[in-house]
């Protein structure tokens, strides 16, 4: 059924459009660089990834004049809808937020090969997608190295989303990361077997600070941020966050947040688009890159000490020279040996 109009065809898909949060009413001028993107579940709002994709969006209509429009999914059943609703509509770039989006993206993609569209978190291998990935084990590794620095009980946890290979990225690196300050430091880890539920996510952490954990990393989505309130009870104890910036959600007990700047990476592969040298295949971004790393300990500088910041400075240094390799696998963790500095 061919669709005749844009109120047909967002009403063809099972979503929300964010047109009022975007700014835009009227459709795209003539020549305009044209930007969409199709959230996963967490949406927007998640004060995390999802949220830090959009930042790069209104980054890129800021700075690139860029038209900008978002699909939000509802469940994994809007991803395919959503991903053809923004491609019947000519945009030069459809962005995937999330590897959840992956076999969708890849059957979309090969439906549409004229079409550009661009996914974090997951690599396809389609010639019109640029797949955009993170060493989250870089910035991971410096959170759990901190973690160790700071614990008064030698005892820290990790809380994951899905047990997944992404998130087996954060696990591994900020496992290792402890066991360079602390090789015999406890590490407790949970999973949640969700990203969106903020409820488990509280409970969660409250078992884990009673069984003596005084550091929690979360890497979760909307789960930490139940995470997060769990820890407002909690005097001693800590959370370190995850993707954006969360330290400001419980000044004082959120240690420092793990930022994965998803923002940068939208960004560039627009202004990419928009010099007329788009990105192709696996970009992968870093903490050498600027794209990965810890926030500037705005609420917690006094409680870390400077000695200790000096001495995460230097683990910093380790890794963007090679010096240090965070593992990205269990297995590579089974392996890691600390790295004399």
């Given at each position: 059924m061919k669709v005749k109009s844009l109120a047909a065809l967002l009403a063809a898909a099972t979503s929300v459009l964010s047109l009022a949060a975007c700014g835009h009413h009227r459709g795209p001028a003539p020549g305009q660089?044209?930007?969409?993107?199709v959230t996963d579940v967490g949406g927007l709002g998640?004060?995390?990834?999802?949220?830090s994709a959009y930042r790069g969006l209104l980054m890129s209509k800021a700075r690139l004049g860029a038209y900008i429009q978002v699909l939000q999914s509802r469940s994994a059943a809007d991803y395919q809808p959503n991903l053809t609703a923004l491609t019947n509509l000519h945009f030069g770039m459809v962005y995937a937020i999330g590897f959840l989006m992956g076999l969708d993206l890849d059957q979309v993609a090969k439906q549409h090969p004229q079409q550009r569209y661009a996914i974090v978190d997951a690599v396809i291998d389609d010639p019109n997608v640029v797949s955009i990935t993170f060493r989250e084990q870089d910035g991971s590794f410096l959170a759990g190295a901190l973690a160790a620095m700071v614990s008064k009980t030698h005892h820290i946890a990790f809380l994951g989303g899905q047990d997944i290979p992404l998130i087996e990225k954060f696990q591994a690196g900020y496992i290792a990361g402890a066991r360079e300050i602390d090789p015999t430091i406890k590490v407790d880890v949970k999973y949640a077997g969700s990203f969106d539920d903020v409820a488990a996510g509280k409970?969660?952490?409250?078992?884990?600070?009673g069984d003596g954990a005084d550091i929690i990393y979360t890497a979760a989505g909307k789960v930490g941020l139940g995470a997060i309130d769990a820890v407002k009870s909690h005097d001693h104890d800590y959370i370190i966050g995850v993707d954006s910036d969360q330290d400001a959600l419980a000044p004082g007990r959120v240690l420092t947040s793990m930022v994965k700047k998803v923002d940068v990476a939208v960004f560039d592969v627009a202004k990419s688009l928009r010099d007329g040298k788009p990105m192709h295949g696996h970009?992968?971004?870093?903490l050498k890159d600027g794209a990965i790393?810890?926030?500037?300990?705005?609420?917690?500088?006094?409680?870390?000490?400077?000695?200790?910041?000096?001495r995460l400075h230097a683990i910093q240094a380790a890794i963007v020279s090679g010096k240090i390799v965070p593992p990205s696998t269990l297995k590579a963790l089974a392996a890691f040996r600390p790295v004399p500095l």
């Open positions: 660089l044209t930007l969409g993107m998640d004060r995390s990834f999802n949220d409970e969660i952490a409250n078992l884990l600070f970009v992968v971004f870093g790393g810890l926030t500037d300990f705005k609420y917690t500088k006094q409680d870390i000490g400077a000695a200790n910041l000096a």
